[in-house]
């Protein structure tokens, strides 16, 4: 199972990387692995804006349908349209090609809520 130490992550699985103001999100390779094979993910549209914990939309796998849900609060800015197509990417490749929002104009007091990699590890072991 990866963790990368350059992310942040959440209790709930989720992972963020927040680069000049935007923060990019998906779920956690843990998350993936637990989820099983996705097949279908339903999104947000482009400039919805949320508070962090809001359910942003689902995952479907084969085992589940799971609500997606916003780390922090914000605006999408970007979605990873790429998954309409090929979900199964979330599996493959869930740190990189299997993001699935980028969300901008962020309160700046919300981020000390994450946890670095190692907290993240600890969690789920």
Do not use: C
Not at 16 to 26: F, K, L, P, V, Y
């Amino acid at each position: 199972m990866t963790i990368p130490d350059t992310l942040q992550y959440t209790k709930g699985h989720e992972w963020i990387r927040i680069e000049n103001g935007e923060a990019t999100i998906g779920i956690t390779d843990y998350a993936q692995g637990e989820l099983g094979d996705i097949i279908f993910i339903e999104f947000p549209e482009a400039g919805d804006k949320f508070n962090a914990g809001d359910s942003i939309g689902t995952i479907e796998a084969v085992k589940t349908v799971a609500d997606l849900f916003t780390p922090l609060a914000g605006e999408i800015s970007e979605i990873n349209l790429k998954l309409e197509d090929e979900p199964e990417a979330i599996n493959k490749d869930p740190y990189e090609s299997g993001w699935i929002i980028k969300l901008k104009n962020i309160p700046e007091e919300e981020k000390p809520q994450l946890l670095t990699a190692s907290g993240y590890k600890k969690y789920i072991n």
